[in-house]
């Protein structure tokens, strides 16, 4: 949520390659999780189902963002965001809670 008040472009790519570390860490974990809640014969869709979700994710999150750009600005682009990833957090805590996500089925 910081980046939505910098005025420091330093600071503006340091927060860009934290993202970029969040990112490449989360990605992973998540694909991980997804393959091992699923069966194990099952395993290779979850897979696929889990990047083409995350690739159509991406393609959609383009285009609407821009918009919002295009009508408001970096303000609600990134307030936007953070919004995003707040409620894409509670959902993971109420999707996994009470799972063992780690343990191998």
């Known amino acids: ?29 998540m694909n991980t999780t997804s393959v091992r809640m699923s069966p194990h014969d099952r395993s290779g869709p979850a897979n696929a189902l889990f990047y083409l979700i995350y690739d159509i994710g991406v393609a959609l999150g383009s285009v609407i963002w821009s918009g919002v750009y295009q009508l408001g600005g970096s303000i609600p682009l990134f307030m936007g965001g953070v919004l995003c990833y707040i409620i894409a957090y509670l959902v993971s805590l109420k999707t996994l809670s009470g799972k063992n996500a780690f343990k191998k089925q």
């Open 1 to 29: 949520m910081g980046i939505c008040f910098i005025h420091n472009e330093y600071f503006f790519y340091a927060l860009g390659i934290g993202y970029g570390f969040a990112v490449a860490v989360a990605i992973p974990v």
